[in-house]
């Protein structure tokens, strides 16, 4: 009842009157009231949207005050020390490595701005998951990177806080939050029985109230403290969350709840401990099983126990019993079942439920920096991390909450101290493993590697969603987060039950995503599962492994190792039972994924490397080792496979799959492990064993023997030589890498590093990308004393970026230094670490370019051979490879062979074979054991060799071999002498062992069978001991043999005479490639100098093998000077077989063929070379042909043209005309122009802005404007320009053809499908030749080269006459041109100008579509022209000539399309400009005119563009006479403007001065061509009127502190002439072919002035020259200008300011700018990303700026799109007549839009090591680029965009 009453009170009074009640001592009756009222307000059984609740709870907390009032109150008692800013995905923050102890350490922007990180290693990132702020946690970060606000230790001098400011939260609060529970529990319903939209809906009602607990932790530690003492309640949480038992409501809500917690699958105790005892079954392979408490069934059946007994043992593949873990490894009671005991516990729980709505997340971790809460938060977590993990293993935005789980777990979990307080009290890291394995087992198929019946191993399938999507990252990234805590890992590795449960887990992976080999047709679907397993390997075994590495680094952690070491060994012992391996690998089956034998191999290095452990204490026996080495070499093998295209079926992935294990993320994780595996166990065995292991796994058995020809069993034989290659390669690395055999860290970056700047030049960033990064991949820190930087300083060279303007957008580059290519250059490091074979082949290529750079060798090199670091004591066994008779006996059988010129040879055989003699020679073994164990004696091949020892062996010579050949081969024919054998080879299958002496008989030859002699070794092995290893050949190897009936010829056994040693091959191989006969002089090694061998071609390697030879024993000395002597060239093979025939034949066609090409091919180039040069030369018609003839003789033959279509050449006609291929396009870069020579700045700060009011577009729209106020229409539209915003522009490649052709060209792109990036149906296209591209055509004009002869021809007419001959010819009707094909084209053209410009460009005029108007914009259309072709040139002429521009220019011809079009046009006699400009015109009355508006006064008029309606208008070819005249009587206005312009500057006693004493000279002889009488009468003419210069009269007298001296007026009135006399010179050089001369810029003037004709030719030293001296008047020149000045006195009555804007009209503008962008990026992404867009308020996702006008757009934003056009388009059209050149901010990069397309341009800042970063991925300050930015400014200018960018794409106005 009373809370009804209540409730109707004004809540602000009955919450202060509330708050004082609760404030006595006795507060009873206070307590009552507040809960009723609470029960009323907040009773869950109303909707939650209903905001009376809320408002009601704000008014309570603030006790009566506002709610803002009382929120700043709370914060001014924040005693947080820590930031704790909560963030979420996409938002910006900071990371720096040197402040950081955590990798996982961010800070937000203002912190980091507010700390000095000057010269740390920082990055800018995007949040991929969310994150919060570390600042002010020191646990996290050193104290030094705290920013000012958290560096005070704010806590100790803030005041304490009054307890009742917080009294009425504490008590309402509680009330609040379990409202919300209360709504949560109502609204949950089981995914499977209702959508995820019912869930989102009840988030969405709830938002406001979990808002508001958002907005209560911003308000300071106080606030927090009240928060936390009431989220971990036990006490009140027992009596609320309940509910009291009247209250029926409640009762049913907190039933559901129970029955939520019952279905997660968290079973409570009791059960839990009889399904425990029940189920001791363990699983198949030992016992890896998923919990007991996580629920006995799948993810996808809650209650049904029974549907699994009645599977049998997991042998079905598709489902197998999910193994329980047996009650012997850990106590089941891991985790108490869930029973909530406080709301904290409570919200997670339906946090989770809910699959982590943001606000709730961000709401729960803005907590976080209050300690108490830090700690119960993160054991509630932990308590409920199973569940989460199970939640999210159902959830269908598995993405998104997998980022909301690291969001929270990454801030609780990187703190040292928390995650040991977890791992000790909650057991963390037996659930995590525990809940990895459960989850894992959800997937888990039958593995078919080796014995696929019988296989009991299981391994995951890299198909299911849970690892295809990476479901598995969150709990995997925790997991690597706890590992990389010291405490933490220690705890882990000394516990060996979860050790073993880790393996286990492990050996899911171990042989997973098996590849068959495809042997007949290829195979139909190409699975991209491969991605999905590389991915587990790495994240899910690899990372954790690299995690426990980095705590086992010193002695004090062996333990450590020797128990992983032992569980790998237990674990793998298992898995080769498991899958029934015994000797031989499965053929035809690869698998990458071996992680437990990488486990193995990285242990076993770090124990050797860090903790001086003894190798051999931790391998196990050899039957073991042997076992072990099968899949690695396997994996070796294979490689080699799938690049000889064995594995072609098997479509791309394969190749993907091999790239990927040697790729640089991989590698180490990969390759590395296993090549150091396999040097283990070559350590440890039998070397003939391993040797003949190898050549056997690598299928090139039969193809190591003597014969010439063999059959290969299992191999084609274009396969054989790629295979052996890759067989020699292989031992090459093996015995070689010294990786992990005795490197330095900082040796391994170094060699790392070398190798990849070997392939190419890097930039910075790809370098760091390319080089393995260990050991965590997370820590961003390179191991080894020596840093990145510093390292690459010292083996590379910065090649900073270079810009070729119009090239591409070079980056800056690290080349090596000349050094490391003669001493570092490692090819088999590089082989190691290529991903594309080409790579190779390019580290060569540049290695080739060294040494002829530096003249040490010129010819094509072979791989250096490099020295090695010494092997690591451990390792020495390595070396016996070297020095075994097998690989003895296969290095003389391949030199033999390549001697012989056996097929399948190549030079990279015998390169890599003589690697390994060199390796050999280099790595003696030291000979201690001279007495070897006497039973292998017995079998070794000591009838081939007598030792092992290469050296001895070298000079050993071998006489005879007994060899099997097919019965056809040419060895078996008995006429021939043994030695002639030629082609190629197989294995002596007879393993008989023979004896006695060879001497005695040819039958006793040496016989060699790899396969046996490895089976025998194996059995020796086995057994240890003698007897049985007789019988040496299992009956296999003949059943390798059995041929079946009518295949190739039958085997003969024959004996070839061979009688060389290795030296003695070597030394005729040396002869063979040097060409001559003894190319060795029995003396050469006395004169040889040693430092000559290292680098060169194969012959070099042979001399420096031969020479280290003979310094190492004086008895290959004297064999060698014995050889040399007496040696003789090898008998030529005689061609003696068909095939080889066939083979020469094939090879000769071949060759000629080439020739055959090349001879095309050179005849092809020269054409085109002849055909390019004629099509240049046609280019310029006008100057070439001008300066070819002498002014007496009239040229009387046509132009001709090429049409580079059809290639003939001829004139242009009516009726097939030629036409330049041109570009139009529409340009607002002349309106951009300003005064100021200086660019604008870009805004930075609220404070600035850029404004447009100054620009030439903005002046000249607003002249235009003025104008038609007051004058008529007509008049208006002759007496200016436009096209400065909009005008359009033409530029043509020069290259022309038929018209006709072009449209068949154009029919044909057309029907092409192929998208060209460009638009057809907009008569879009490239030119045929150069590829320009272009969009029309412009006709070419009939007739001869530019008018010579007659009209250029001067007749010294006098001025009078010519003035009276130019307006007769003005009189002259326009004639309209014949109908012909040719005027059909230019009234094309002429619509295809109009087109390229928007409507808004065209129609100024009153009345749109007028003659007027059109008329204005032709002859404007020349004007932008002519215009933007002087800002090309610089904005003068001082450089002259028919600079490169003019070679290109159309200006001629589009002058003629423009004159032939405005001949229609006859300008009314009435209104003639040129009546006014050259006679004094009697002043009608103007009372008959009153209604009509006046014309303009010529003083108003542009002169430039009278000029061209001037030129435009008259017949066409003009004489040049005559264009001379109107230049001269257009220089009298424009120097009578200039006087009147400069004369409004003078303050009103200068302007009485420069009156009287020019008035003087007025009766003087040449008055008129003085400009004191001049500016003396304008003065006076203009004062006449008095409003002219009382205007400005007071301006005037401030401004001009400087007083007008003759020097400066007349500089001043030059400035003023100069753009007019610029044009009028463009104009006559292009109409005329008339040379421009280059000069100085101060003599600028006279230089055009001669060059019109206004000045005689010789003029007086330039700088005298006098602007007045060139004037030339018709008439009266003072009644002339009265005239004029007449003309705006009668208008100046009205408006004298406007009168005097238009007179003031000042033609010079600076050549256009880009705006100034800041140095610094950082400063413009720190304004513009956050800056909320003009135009919709909000903030933009992509925000842009343009660099033209610094708009401020929504980029692709739809809230700012009008008429289905988004904003950036929209802005182009507006601001750049459809082009426009974007900054993306967020990108930093450029993107340009032209028309319809648009083009990702690069961008302008880089960073320190000159590299862009698009897309601001790696986040490192950027700098501006001046030079790139003036590129880009310079293709703006010169309308280049489209040519010089390539790649354009439509952009469908969605930009």
Same mark, same amino acid.
């Given at each position: 009842m009373m809370a009804a009453s209540l409730l109707r009170r004004d809540k602000k009074a009955t919450a202060a009157h509330l708050k004082a009640d609760l404030n006595r001592t006795d507060n009873s009756s206070g307590v009552r009231q507040l809960q009723e009222l609470l029960d009323a307000v907040l009773n869950p059984e109303k909707p939650a949207a209903d905001g009376e609740a809320l408002d009601w709870c704000k008014c309570l907390i603030a006790g009566g005050e506002g709610f803002d009032e009382f929120c700043k109150t709370v914060r001014s008692y924040d005693n947080a020390t820590l930031c704790g800013l909560v963030w979420t995905a996409n938002f910006v923050a900071y990371r720096c490595r040197t402040c950081g102890i955590s990798p996982c350490m961010s800070l937000c922007a203002e912190c980091f701005n507010n700390g000095d990180h000057t010269g740390h290693d920082f990055n800018m990132f995007r949040?991929?998951?969310?994150?919060?702020?570390?600042?002010?946690d020191s646990n996290v970060m050193r104290e030094s990177g705290f920013c000012r606000r958290h560096r005070l230790r704010t806590g100790e001098n803030i005041p304490l806080i009054p307890r009742d400011l917080l009294l009425m939260s504490e008590m309402v609060l509680p009330r609040f939050i379990l409202c919300i529970i209360q709504y949560l529990r109502d609204g949950y319903v089981e995914p499977d029985t209702s959508t995820e939209r019912d869930l989102q809906k009840v988030l969405q009602q709830l938002e406001p109230q979990i808002s508001f607990l958002e907005e209560l932790t911003k308000m300071g530690g106080a606030m927090r403290t009240v928060l936390t003492k009431i989220l971990t309640n036990q006490q009140a949480f027992k009596e609320l969350s309940m509910g009291q038992e009247e209250n029926l409501y409640a009762k049913k809500n907190y039933d559901k709840y129970l029955s939520a917690l019952k279905n997660s699958g968290l079973v409570s105790v009791e059960e839990k401990g009889q399904s425990a005892a029940a189920d001791v079954g363990v699983g198949a392979e030992g016992g890896a099983g998923a919990m007991v408490l996580l629920g006995n069934s799948g993810p996808g059946s809650p209650d049904e126990p029974s549907k699994e007994e009645d599977q049998d043992g997991g042998q079905s593949v598709g489902q197998r019993k999910r193994v329980k873990l047996s009650s012997s490894t850990k106590d089941p009671c891991i985790i108490e079942s869930l029973k909530h005991k406080c709301f904290l516990e409570e919200l997670l729980f339906w946090t989770i439920k809910y699959e982590f709505p943001q606000k709730m997340v961000t709401f729960l971790l803005n907590m976080l920096p209050d300690q108490d809460y830090k700690i119960t938060f993160t054991k509630t977590f932990v308590q409920h991390y199973a569940f989460i993990m199970k939640t999210l293993m159902k959830s269908h935005e598995s993405d998104t909450m997998s980022n909301r789980i690291v969001h929270i777990s990454v801030q609780l979990f990187s703190n040292e101290e928390l995650a040991r307080h977890v791992t000790e009290e909650c057991q963390l890291l037996d659930i995590m493993v525990t809940v990895l394995l459960y989850m894992m087992e959800s997937c888990l198929i039958k593995s078919e590697l080796q014995d696929e019946e019988n296989n009991r191993h299981v391994v995951v399938n890299c198909s299911e969603a849970l690892l295809k999507n990476n479901t598995y990252w969150p709990l995997v990234s925790d997991f690597i987060n706890i590992l990389s805590h010291q405490s933490v890992a220690k705890k882990f590795l000394e516990d060996h039950s979860l050790l073993m449960l880790w393996m286990s887990f492990v050996s899911f992976f171990q042989g997973m995503n098996l590849n068959k080999r495809e042997l007949n047709e290829h195979v139909e679907f190409e699975s991209q599962t491969y991605y999905a397993a590389f991915a587990a390997e790495l994240e899910a075994c690899a990372q954790p492994m690299w995690g426990l590495l980095t705590h086992c680094k010193v002695k004090e952690t062996q333990e450590y190792t020797k128990t992983v070491v032992r569980y790998c060994l237990e674990t793998l012992q298992i898995w080769f039972d498991a899958i029934g391996f015994i000797d031989e690998p499965a053929p035809n089956q690869v698998t990458f994924h071996l992680p437990l034998h990488r486990y193995y191999a990285m242990f076993l290095s770090k124990a050797v490397k860090c903790q001086g452990l003894d190798l051999d204490s931790l391998l196990p026996d050899q039957e073991m080792l042997m076992k072990i080495m099968v899949h690695p070499l396997q994996i070796q093998a294979c490689l080699s496979e799938i690049h000889s295209n064995m594995w072609v079926r098997n479509g791309l992935q394969i190749k993907g799959q091999a790239m990927t294990y040697v790729q640089s993320h991989f590698c180490n994780s990969m390759i590395d492990p296993d090549i150091y595996l396999l040097q283990v166990c070559a350590s440890r065995l039998d070397p003939d064993y391993f040797i003949s292991s190898v050549f056997e796994r690598f299928k090139v058995v039969d193809l190591l023997t003597m014969a010439s020809q063999h059959q290969n069993a299992v191999l084609d034989s274009e396969q054989e030589r790629p295979m052996l290659e890759g067989a020699l390669t292989f031992l090459v690395i093996l015995t070689s890498l010294r990786i992990h055999l005795g490197m330095t860290d900082d040796e391994i970056l170094r060699a790392e590093m070398v190798s990849q700047l070997c392939m190419?030049?890097?930039?910075?960033?790809?370098?760091?990308?390319?080089?393995?990064?260990?050991?965590?991949?997370?820590?961003?820190?390179?191991?080894?004393?020596?840093?990145?930087?510093?390292?690459?300083?010292?083996?590379?060279?910065f090649k900073a970026p270079v810009f070729e303007p119009g090239g591409s957008m070079q980056q800056g580059m690290y080349t090596p230094k000349a050094e490391v290519w003669e001493k570092e250059f490692d090819p088999i490091m590089v082989v190691l670490r290529t991903v594309y074979r080409r790579d190779v082949q390019s580290a060569m290529d540049r290695y080739a370019a060294f040494l002829k750079q530096f003249g040490i060798h010129t010819g094509n090199p072979w791989p250096p051979y490099k020295e090695r670091t010494p092997l690591h004591p451990c390792y020495k066994g390595l070396i016996r490879l070297l020095h075994c008779k097998t690989l003895h006996i296969?290095?003389?059988?391949?030199?033999?062979?390549?001697?012989?010129?056996?097929?399948?040879?190549?030079?990279?055989?015998?390169?890599?074979?003589?690697?390994?003699?060199?390796?050999?020679?280099?790595?003696?073994?030291?000979?201690?054991?001279?007495?070897?164990?006497?039973?292998?004696?017995?079998?070794?091949?000591?009838?081939?060799?007598?030792?092992?020892?290469?050296?001895?062996?070298?000079?050993?010579?071998?006489?005879?071999?007994?060899?099997?050949?097919?019965?056809?081969?040419?060895?078996?024919?008995?006429e021939a002498p043994p030695s002639t054998s030629t082609e190629a080879s197989s294995y002596g299958q007879n393993s008989r062992r023979l004896s006695g002496n060879w001497r005695e008989n040819l039958r006793e030859a040496q016989v060699f069978s790899l396969v046996a002699e490895r089976r025998r070794k194996f059995q020796e092995i086995i057994n240890r001991s003698t007897t049985e290893a007789t019988q040496a050949v299992r009956p296999k190897s003949s059943s390798t043999r059995w041929v079946p009936p009518g295949t190739p010829p039958q085997l003969v056994t024959e004996i070839l005479e061979i009688r060389e040693s290795m030296l003695s091959l070597l030394i005729k191989l040396h002869q063979k490639m040097s060409s001559k006969q003894n190319s060795l002089s029995a003396s050469w090694l006395e004169d040889i100098e040693s430092n000559r061998l290292a680098h060169g071609d194969g012959i070099t390697a042979i001399e420096r093998i031969l020479t280290k030879a003979a310094t190492r024993s004086c008895q290959i000395k004297r064999s060698i000077q014995d050889i040399c002597g007496k040696v003789c060239p090898p008998v030529p093979p005689k061609k003696n077989s068909p095939t080889d025939k066939k083979a020469m034949d094939k090879e000769e066609r071949r060759q000629r063929a080439r020739e055959r090409q090349q001879k095309l091919l050179a005849e092809f180039a020269s054409r085109q070379k002849s055909f390019m040069e004629t099509a240049m030369d046609v280019e310029s018609p006008d100057t070439e042909a001008a300066m070819d003839l002498g002014a007496s003789e009239v040229m009387e033959s046509e132009i001709l043209y090429d049409c580079v279509i059809c290639g003939q050449s001829g004139p242009s006609t009516e009726d097939r005309p030629t036409g330049l291929v041109v570009l139009l396009q529409a340009s607002s870069v002349l309106g951009h122009r300003c005064k100021s020579t200086e660019p604008k700045n870009l805004p930075t700060s609220d404070e600035e802005h850029v404004y447009p009011a100054d620009t030439c577009g903005a002046a000249n729209d607003v002249r235009l404007t003025l104008m038609q106020q007051f004058f008529k229409d007509s008049s208006c539209l002759q007496s200016v320009s436009i096209g400065w915003d909009g005008g359009v522009y033409v530029q043509t490649c020069g290259h022309t053809l038929h018209i006709d052709c072009h449209k068949s060209?154009?029919?044909?792109?057309?029907?092409?499908?192929?998208?060209?990036?460009?638009?057809?149906?907009?008569?879009?296209f490239t030119c045929?030749?150069?590829?320009?591209?272009?969009?029309?055509?412009?006709?070419?004009?009939?007739?001869?080269?530019?008018?010579?002869?007659?009209?250029?021809?001067?007749?010294?007419? !006098?001025? $009078?006459? @010519?003035?009276?001959?130019?307006?007769? &010819?003005?009189?002259?009707?326009? %004639?309209?041109?014949?109908? /012909?094909?040719?005027?059909?084209?230019?009234?094309l053209v002429i619509k295809d100008i109009k087109n390229t410009t928007q409507k808004k460009y065209m129609d100024y005029g009153r009345n749109p579509g007028s003659p007027d108007n059109d008329f204005l914009f032709m002859y404007s259309v020349a004007r932008t022209n002519l215009e933007l072709e002087l800002v090309h040139r610089g904005g003068n002429l001082c450089s002259g000539g028919a600079s490169a521009?003019? !070679?290109? $220019?159309? @200006?001629?011809?589009?002058?003629?399309? &423009?004159?032939?079009?405005?001949? %229609?046009?006859?300008?009314? /006699?009435?209104?003639?400009?040129?009546?006014?400009?050259?006679?004094?015109?009697?002043?009608?009355?103007?009372?008959?005119?009153?209604?009509?508006?006046?014309?303009?006064?010529?003083?108003?008029?542009?002169?430039?563009?009278?000029?061209?309606?001037?030129?435009?208008?008259?017949?066409?070819?003009?004489?040049?006479?005559?264009?001379?005249?109107?230049?001269?009587?257009?220089?009298?206005?424009?120097?009578?403007?200039?006087?009147?312009?400069?004369?409004?500057?003078?303050?009103?006693?200068?302007?009485?001065?420069?009156s009287t004493s020019g008035a003087l000279k007025k009766s003087a002889a040449n008055s008129d061509k003085s400009f004191e009488a001049l500016l003396s009468h304008v003065i006076s003419e203009l004062s006449k009127d008095?409003?002219?210069?009382?205007?400005?009269?007071?301006?005037?007298?401030?401004?001009?502190?400087?007083?007008?001296?003759?020097?400066?007026?007349?500089?001043?009135?030059?400035?003023?002439?100069?753009?007019?006399?610029?044009l009028s010179c463009l104009l006559q050089h292009h109409l005329y072919g008339d040379n421009l001369t280059g000069c100085l810029e101060e003599e600028e003037f006279a230089s055009l002035a001669v060059c019109l004709g206004l000045l005689p030719s010789a003029p007086q030293p330039a700088n005298t020259v006098q602007s007045a001296s060139c004037l030339e008047w018709p008439v009266n020149t003072f009644d002339l200008v009265t005239?004029?000045?007449?003309?705006?006195?009668?208008?100046?009555?009205?408006?004298?300011?406007?009168?005097?804007?238009?007179?003031?009209?000042?033609?010079?503008?600076?050549?256009?700018?880009l705006l100034q962008l800041p140095d610094n990026y950082n400063i413009i992404f720190q304004y513009y990303h956050r800056k909320a867009c003009s135009a919709c308020k909000k903030v933009p996702k992509d925000p842009a700026l343009c660099l033209v006008c610094g708009a401020f757009v929504c980029l692709k934003g739809v809230c700012c799109k009008q008429q289905g056009i988004c904003e950036c388009v929209l802005h182009s059209q507006h601001c750049g007549a459809a082009t426009g050149i974007f900054l993306l901010i967020n990108a930093s990069v450029i993107i340009i839009i032209r028309g319809h397309r648009f083009c990702l341009w690069g961008s302008v800042y880089l960073d320190a090591h000159g590299e862009e970063d698009r897309d601001l991925r790696r986040g490192k300050p950027l700098y501006l680029c001046e030079e790139r930015y003036r590129v880009l400014e310079q293709q703006w200018v010169s309308h280049t965009f489209d040519h010089i960018n390539k790649r354009w794409g439509p952009h469908y106005n969605g930009l």
């Amino acid at each position: 009842m009373m809370a009804a009453s209540l409730l109707r009170r004004d809540k602000k009074a009955t919450a202060a009157h509330l708050k004082a009640d609760l404030n006595r001592t006795d507060n009873s009756s206070g307590v009552r009231q507040l809960q009723e009222l609470l029960d009323a307000v907040l009773n869950p059984e109303k909707p939650a949207a209903d905001g009376e609740a809320l408002d009601w709870c704000k008014c309570l907390i603030a006790g009566g005050e506002g709610f803002d009032e009382f929120c700043k109150t709370v914060r001014s008692y924040d005693n947080a020390t820590l930031c704790g800013l909560v963030w979420t995905a996409n938002f910006v923050a900071y990371r720096c490595r040197t402040c950081g102890i955590s990798p996982c350490m961010s800070l937000c922007a203002e912190c980091f701005n507010n700390g000095d990180h000057t010269g740390h290693d920082f990055n800018m990132f995007r949040s991929q998951a969310g994150g919060a702020c570390d600042c002010g946690d020191s646990n996290v970060m050193r104290e030094s990177g705290f920013c000012r606000r958290h560096r005070l230790r704010t806590g100790e001098n803030i005041p304490l806080i009054p307890r009742d400011l917080l009294l009425m939260s504490e008590m309402v609060l509680p009330r609040f939050i379990l409202c919300i529970i209360q709504y949560l529990r109502d609204g949950y319903v089981e995914p499977d029985t209702s959508t995820e939209r019912d869930l989102q809906k009840v988030l969405q009602q709830l938002e406001p109230q979990i808002s508001f607990l958002e907005e209560l932790t911003k308000m300071g530690g106080a606030m927090r403290t009240v928060l936390t003492k009431i989220l971990t309640n036990q006490q009140a949480f027992k009596e609320l969350s309940m509910g009291q038992e009247e209250n029926l409501y409640a009762k049913k809500n907190y039933d559901k709840y129970l029955s939520a917690l019952k279905n997660s699958g968290l079973v409570s105790v009791e059960e839990k401990g009889q399904s425990a005892a029940a189920d001791v079954g363990v699983g198949a392979e030992g016992g890896a099983g998923a919990m007991v408490l996580l629920g006995n069934s799948g993810p996808g059946s809650p209650d049904e126990p029974s549907k699994e007994e009645d599977q049998d043992g997991g042998q079905s593949v598709g489902q197998r019993k999910r193994v329980k873990l047996s009650s012997s490894t850990k106590d089941p009671c891991i985790i108490e079942s869930l029973k909530h005991k406080c709301f904290l516990e409570e919200l997670l729980f339906w946090t989770i439920k809910y699959e982590f709505p943001q606000k709730m997340v961000t709401f729960l971790l803005n907590m976080l920096p209050d300690q108490d809460y830090k700690i119960t938060f993160t054991k509630t977590f932990v308590q409920h991390y199973a569940f989460i993990m199970k939640t999210l293993m159902k959830s269908h935005e598995s993405d998104t909450m997998s980022n909301r789980i690291v969001h929270i777990s990454v801030q609780l979990f990187s703190n040292e101290e928390l995650a040991r307080h977890v791992t000790e009290e909650c057991q963390l890291l037996d659930i995590m493993v525990t809940v990895l394995l459960y989850m894992m087992e959800s997937c888990l198929i039958k593995s078919e590697l080796q014995d696929e019946e019988n296989n009991r191993h299981v391994v995951v399938n890299c198909s299911e969603a849970l690892l295809k999507n990476n479901t598995y990252w969150p709990l995997v990234s925790d997991f690597i987060n706890i590992l990389s805590h010291q405490s933490v890992a220690k705890k882990f590795l000394e516990d060996h039950s979860l050790l073993m449960l880790w393996m286990s887990f492990v050996s899911f992976f171990q042989g997973m995503n098996l590849n068959k080999r495809e042997l007949n047709e290829h195979v139909e679907f190409e699975s991209q599962t491969y991605y999905a397993a590389f991915a587990a390997e790495l994240e899910a075994c690899a990372q954790p492994m690299w995690g426990l590495l980095t705590h086992c680094k010193v002695k004090e952690t062996q333990e450590y190792t020797k128990t992983v070491v032992r569980y790998c060994l237990e674990t793998l012992q298992i898995w080769f039972d498991a899958i029934g391996f015994i000797d031989e690998p499965a053929p035809n089956q690869v698998t990458f994924h071996l992680p437990l034998h990488r486990y193995y191999a990285m242990f076993l290095s770090k124990a050797v490397k860090c903790q001086g452990l003894d190798l051999d204490s931790l391998l196990p026996d050899q039957e073991m080792l042997m076992k072990i080495m099968v899949h690695p070499l396997q994996i070796q093998a294979c490689l080699s496979e799938i690049h000889s295209n064995m594995w072609v079926r098997n479509g791309l992935q394969i190749k993907g799959q091999a790239m990927t294990y040697v790729q640089s993320h991989f590698c180490n994780s990969m390759i590395d492990p296993d090549i150091y595996l396999l040097q283990v166990c070559a350590s440890r065995l039998d070397p003939d064993y391993f040797i003949s292991s190898v050549f056997e796994r690598f299928k090139v058995v039969d193809l190591l023997t003597m014969a010439s020809q063999h059959q290969n069993a299992v191999l084609d034989s274009e396969q054989e030589r790629p295979m052996l290659e890759g067989a020699l390669t292989f031992l090459v690395i093996l015995t070689s890498l010294r990786i992990h055999l005795g490197m330095t860290d900082d040796e391994i970056l170094r060699a790392e590093m070398v190798s990849q700047l070997c392939m190419n030049d890097r930039t910075h960033s790809a370098l760091l990308d390319l080089i393995p990064e260990n050991p965590n991949p997370k820590s961003g820190i390179v191991p080894g004393s020596c840093s990145f930087e510093d390292m690459l300083s010292a083996v590379a060279d910065f090649k900073a970026p270079v810009f070729e303007p119009g090239g591409s957008m070079q980056q800056g580059m690290y080349t090596p230094k000349a050094e490391v290519w003669e001493k570092e250059f490692d090819p088999i490091m590089v082989v190691l670490r290529t991903v594309y074979r080409r790579d190779v082949q390019s580290a060569m290529d540049r290695y080739a370019a060294f040494l002829k750079q530096f003249g040490i060798h010129t010819g094509n090199p072979w791989p250096p051979y490099k020295e090695r670091t010494p092997l690591h004591p451990c390792y020495k066994g390595l070396i016996r490879l070297l020095h075994c008779k097998t690989l003895h006996i296969v290095i003389f059988t391949l030199l033999y062979k390549i001697w012989m010129d056996h097929q399948n040879m190549s030079e990279h055989v015998l390169c890599m074979v003589l690697y390994l003699i060199e390796l050999g020679l280099d790595n003696q073994i030291q000979d201690n054991k001279e007495d070897e164990e006497p039973c292998i004696e017995e079998h070794c091949h000591d009838s081939w060799f007598p030792g092992t020892n290469l050296l001895s062996n070298l000079h050993h010579v071998i006489n005879f071999v007994r060899v099997r050949v097919p019965e056809t081969a040419p060895e078996v024919k008995r006429e021939a002498p043994p030695s002639t054998s030629t082609e190629a080879s197989s294995y002596g299958q007879n393993s008989r062992r023979l004896s006695g002496n060879w001497r005695e008989n040819l039958r006793e030859a040496q016989v060699f069978s790899l396969v046996a002699e490895r089976r025998r070794k194996f059995q020796e092995i086995i057994n240890r001991s003698t007897t049985e290893a007789t019988q040496a050949v299992r009956p296999k190897s003949s059943s390798t043999r059995w041929v079946p009936p009518g295949t190739p010829p039958q085997l003969v056994t024959e004996i070839l005479e061979i009688r060389e040693s290795m030296l003695s091959l070597l030394i005729k191989l040396h002869q063979k490639m040097s060409s001559k006969q003894n190319s060795l002089s029995a003396s050469w090694l006395e004169d040889i100098e040693s430092n000559r061998l290292a680098h060169g071609d194969g012959i070099t390697a042979i001399e420096r093998i031969l020479t280290k030879a003979a310094t190492r024993s004086c008895q290959i000395k004297r064999s060698i000077q014995d050889i040399c002597g007496k040696v003789c060239p090898p008998v030529p093979p005689k061609k003696n077989s068909p095939t080889d025939k066939k083979a020469m034949d094939k090879e000769e066609r071949r060759q000629r063929a080439r020739e055959r090409q090349q001879k095309l091919l050179a005849e092809f180039a020269s054409r085109q070379k002849s055909f390019m040069e004629t099509a240049m030369d046609v280019e310029s018609p006008d100057t070439e042909a001008a300066m070819d003839l002498g002014a007496s003789e009239v040229m009387e033959s046509e132009i001709l043209y090429d049409c580079v279509i059809c290639g003939q050449s001829g004139p242009s006609t009516e009726d097939r005309p030629t036409g330049l291929v041109v570009l139009l396009q529409a340009s607002s870069v002349l309106g951009h122009r300003c005064k100021s020579t200086e660019p604008k700045n870009l805004p930075t700060s609220d404070e600035e802005h850029v404004y447009p009011a100054d620009t030439c577009g903005a002046a000249n729209d607003v002249r235009l404007t003025l104008m038609q106020q007051f004058f008529k229409d007509s008049s208006c539209l002759q007496s200016v320009s436009i096209g400065w915003d909009g005008g359009v522009y033409v530029q043509t490649c020069g290259h022309t053809l038929h018209i006709d052709c072009h449209k068949s060209y154009m029919e044909s792109l057309r029907n092409d499908q192929v998208l060209q990036g460009f638009s057809v149906d907009k008569g879009e296209f490239t030119c045929p030749l150069c590829r320009q591209f272009a969009n029309s055509v412009l006709p070419c004009r009939p007739g001869r080269g530019t008018e010579a002869g007659t009209w250029h021809t001067p007749t010294n007419k !006098k001025t $009078s006459v @010519l003035v009276k001959e130019v307006e007769e &010819l003005q009189e002259k009707p326009g %004639l309209f041109p014949t109908e /012909s094909n040719l005027s059909k084209e230019m009234e094309l053209v002429i619509k295809d100008i109009k087109n390229t410009t928007q409507k808004k460009y065209m129609d100024y005029g009153r009345n749109p579509g007028s003659p007027d108007n059109d008329f204005l914009f032709m002859y404007s259309v020349a004007r932008t022209n002519l215009e933007l072709e002087l800002v090309h040139r610089g904005g003068n002429l001082c450089s002259g000539g028919a600079s490169a521009a003019a !070679k290109r $220019s159309c @200006l001629n011809q589009l002058f003629h399309v &423009l004159a032939m079009h405005m001949r %229609l046009y006859s300008i009314d /006699s009435a209104y003639n400009p040129w009546t006014k400009l050259t006679q004094i015109v009697q002043i009608k009355e103007a009372d008959s005119f009153d209604e009509e508006r006046p014309e303009v006064p010529m003083l108003f008029r542009d002169v430039p563009s009278l000029l061209i309606i001037f030129v435009l208008t008259m017949p066409q070819p003009l004489r040049k006479e005559h264009f001379t005249c109107v230049v001269k009587m257009l220089y009298n206005l424009q120097f009578t403007q200039a006087l009147a312009a400069l004369s409004t500057k003078f303050s009103s006693e200068e302007r009485q001065a420069w009156s009287t004493s020019g008035a003087l000279k007025k009766s003087a002889a040449n008055s008129d061509k003085s400009f004191e009488a001049l500016l003396s009468h304008v003065i006076s003419e203009l004062s006449k009127d008095k409003s002219v210069y009382k205007v400005n009269s007071e301006e005037a007298t401030m401004l001009s502190s400087s007083v007008w001296s003759p020097q400066s007026i007349e500089f001043s009135l030059q400035q003023f002439c100069l753009p007019f006399l610029r044009l009028s010179c463009l104009l006559q050089h292009h109409l005329y072919g008339d040379n421009l001369t280059g000069c100085l810029e101060e003599e600028e003037f006279a230089s055009l002035a001669v060059c019109l004709g206004l000045l005689p030719s010789a003029p007086q030293p330039a700088n005298t020259v006098q602007s007045a001296s060139c004037l030339e008047w018709p008439v009266n020149t003072f009644d002339l200008v009265t005239q004029w000045g007449a003309e705006v006195k009668g208008l100046s009555q009205i408006h004298a300011d406007e009168s005097l804007t238009l007179l003031v009209h000042d033609p010079q503008w600076a050549a256009p700018r880009l705006l100034q962008l800041p140095d610094n990026y950082n400063i413009i992404f720190q304004y513009y990303h956050r800056k909320a867009c003009s135009a919709c308020k909000k903030v933009p996702k992509d925000p842009a700026l343009c660099l033209v006008c610094g708009a401020f757009v929504c980029l692709k934003g739809v809230c700012c799109k009008q008429q289905g056009i988004c904003e950036c388009v929209l802005h182009s059209q507006h601001c750049g007549a459809a082009t426009g050149i974007f900054l993306l901010i967020n990108a930093s990069v450029i993107i340009i839009i032209r028309g319809h397309r648009f083009c990702l341009w690069g961008s302008v800042y880089l960073d320190a090591h000159g590299e862009e970063d698009r897309d601001l991925r790696r986040g490192k300050p950027l700098y501006l680029c001046e030079e790139r930015y003036r590129v880009l400014e310079q293709q703006w200018v010169s309308h280049t965009f489209d040519h010089i960018n390539k790649r354009w794409g439509p952009h469908y106005n969605g930009l």
